[in-house]
C-alpha cells in the first residue's frame, strides 16, 4: 500500500531548498566534532541532520533552479516533521539574528527567504499534524 506523500508547490520548494543548502555548508563540522573537539555525540547529531537533508534534497532535486509546479515530498511523515521542525527553528534563528544585528541590515532577499523557509515549515507540519489527527510528536526541541 503506497505511503500518502505531502505535495509543495515551487515556490515553496525553493525555499526549503535555500535553508537546507545553507545548513549542509556546515557538513565540515562533523569532522570538526570528530577529531577536533572528540564530540561524538555533537557528531551523531549532526550526522542525522545532515543525512534528513540528503534525503530531503532528492525530493526537492540538487539544482537551485528546479521549474516543477509542485515537489512531491516522499519522506516518511516523522522524518520529514522532524526537518522541518529544525528548518523552522533555524529560520526563526536567522531572522531573529538580523534583528538583534541592528548596525549591519539584511539585504531584503535574505529576510524574504527566511520568512518563507519558516512559512513553509509551518505548512509543512500543519499539514503533516492534520494527517496524524493533531498528534505530532517531535525528538528534538
Known sequence: ??????????SQRDALYEQVRNHLAGLGDVVVALECQKDYAMAERLAIEFGEDFRLMADLGWQ???GRDTVELT???????????RLRDEAHGGLADVEEDRESVAPPPVIKGYEDARDTCDTILAALAEAEGGDIRVRRT
Request: glycine fraction near 4%.
Open 64 to 66: 537551485p533552479q528546479d
Open 75 to 85: 519522506m516518511p511523515p516523522h522524518d520529514l516533521m522532524e526537518v522541518a521542525k
Open 1 to 10: 500500500m503506497p505511503r500518502p506523500t505531502l505535495k509543495i508547490v515551487g
